[in-house]
């Protein structure tokens, strides 16, 4: 029994030596699925920030309520019927704590608009240059399920967008469902959020047989410097661009930027470097990027029938037998598994697409090589090379929903105005840092 029943909210920063199993509880109530349903599950390998750690800036907050009661023993009841005043002396107060809520949030400078450059000389063509912009992104936002509809969210929302303008971002957006009611609510009705954009989640399972990249195309393995060249010469004024670019390159995660180019017209010995490359390319060409997630994060299918286990462990079976029949083996993914994920997909030419299948056919025996289920890349909706990203339709969501914020009053450049209300293009470069 309990009397003089006092709840303490606190929200504060999320602190590693303390927080971890308490975060890792509330992570679990939270992924619990409906029953006879399929859900995702994500295991975070012990690292409650790994999602947001390697972005240049970043918080977690966390939500504590705190109890405090005294109880009523034996000594508490005399001491209240002799009027005693009540203090320490008569009956120690409890406490106690429990956390109910979390949220997660970075900060970076991106592409928003581009503008014309005013230094041309002469007759050469006005070339775009990008318009950059500080942009906070929300992710891991959870309320445990017996503290929903409290106003809980709202407040962690409200006090990391304080944080966020006080670290000078002009934006905020984060990516959620279209079906997630609850999240689209928040946002869009209590919170001033705008849906914005809806890039398509492309998922291909990895096979246990190795995928042949075609002969006609050559996959040459680019350095950080050159990748960083090449991105920046031709994908800086790409809808949300890192202006840190190079960050995102050296980064441990990183396992390397390929590019594709016609059979004969550069191997990885005769490769002259991207400022070469870029001063006469060939008619065709694609590039692409790869992070290894693996060794960030886990996912793990729930919910799944015995039967329906047992026809994907059946195919995966047959894959390894017969591998020169190339079965389309359904992936282990109802275990923990690891996923490399694509990004800085983009090419020119009539071909591109074929080149950019030719990068995923590698991707996919980088994947293999490295004990992975799948690989995973995200696009914009009217990307013209989407066409040439093989996935399966039953793993991939064609519409994820980006919604976005303008924080401040302040515009981030007089030409570009309100990003929230500018069209959509056909790409956008998604940051592998924040997924």
């Not at 406490?95 to 949030?105: D, N, Q, Y």
């Not at 950059?132 to 990391?160: D, E």
């Not at 050559?218 to 090449?230: F, G, N």
């Not at 997630?293 to 029938?305: H, I, N, Q, T, Y």
Request: proline share 6%.
């Amino acid at each position: 029994m309990k009397g003089d029943d006092e709840c303490i909210i606190v929200v504060r920063e999320f602190d590693p030596s303390k927080d971890v199993r308490d975060v890792e509880q509330v992570e679990k109530r939270c992924q619990v699925g409906p029953s006879g349903k399929l859900s995702l599950f994500t295991d975070l390998l012990g690292d409650p920030i790994c999602r947001v750690r390697h972005s240049p800036a970043f918080l977690m907050l966390v939500y504590i309520t705190k109890h405090s009661f005294l109880p009523f023993s034996f000594l508490t009841i005399i001491s209240l019927f002799l009027g005693f005043p009540r203090t320490k002396q008569v009956a120690e107060l409890s406490s106690t704590e429990e956390m109910v809520g979390m949220i997660r949030g970075c900060i970076k400078t991106v592409t928003c608009g581009t503008k014309l450059s005013r230094n041309s000389k002469n007759n050469d063509p006005i070339k775009p240059l990008p318009l950059y912009t500080k942009l906070a992104y929300i992710l891991g936002l959870r309320v445990s399920p017996s503290h929903r509809r409290m106003g809980i969210g709202l407040k962690l929302v409200l006090r990391m967008e304080e944080w966020f303008i006080q670290n000078g971002a002009t934006y905020s957006y984060l990516a959620t469902e279209n079906d997630n009611l609850a999240s689209v609510n928040l946002f869009t009705d209590k919170c001033g959020y705008s849906k914005f954009r809806t890039p398509s989640i492309l998922v291909n399972p990895v096979f246990a047989h190795r995928l042949t990249v075609s002969n006609r195309v050559t996959l040459v393995k680019l350095s950080v410097s050159d990748a960083e060249s090449l991105y920046r010469r031709r994908f800086s004024t790409v809808e949300f661009f890192p202006r840190d670019i190079d960050f995102v390159l050296k980064n441990r995660l990183n396992l390397g930027t390929f590019l594709a180019v016609p059979r004969g017209f550069y191997t990885q010995e005769s490769w002259p470097g991207s400022d070469k490359f870029l001063s006469n390319p060939p008619e065709s060409w694609a590039v692409m990027s790869v992070w290894n997630c693996k060794d960030v994060f886990r996912l793990e299918v729930r919910g799944a029938s015995r039967m329906r286990k047992t026809l994907a462990r059946t195919t995966r079976v047959l894959d390894k037998l017969l591998p020169f029949l190339r079965v389309p083996s359904i992936p282990e993914v109802f275990r923990p598994f690891g996923l490399h994920f694509l990004y800085g997909v983009g090419g020119e030419g009539p071909l591109a697409a074929k080149f950019v299948k030719a990068l995923c056919a590698h991707a996919h025996n980088l994947a293999k090589d490295g004990g992975c289920s799948v690989v995973v890349t995200e696009v914009a909706s009217r990307e013209p090379l989407k066409v040439g990203v093989p996935h399966w339709k039953r793993l991939s969501c064609e519409e994820d929903l980006w919604c976005i914020k303008r924080l401040g009053e302040v515009y981030s450049d007089g030409s570009v105005g309100d990003w929230t209300k500018s069209p959509p293009g056909h790409s956008i470069f998604v940051d592998p840092r924040e997924l």
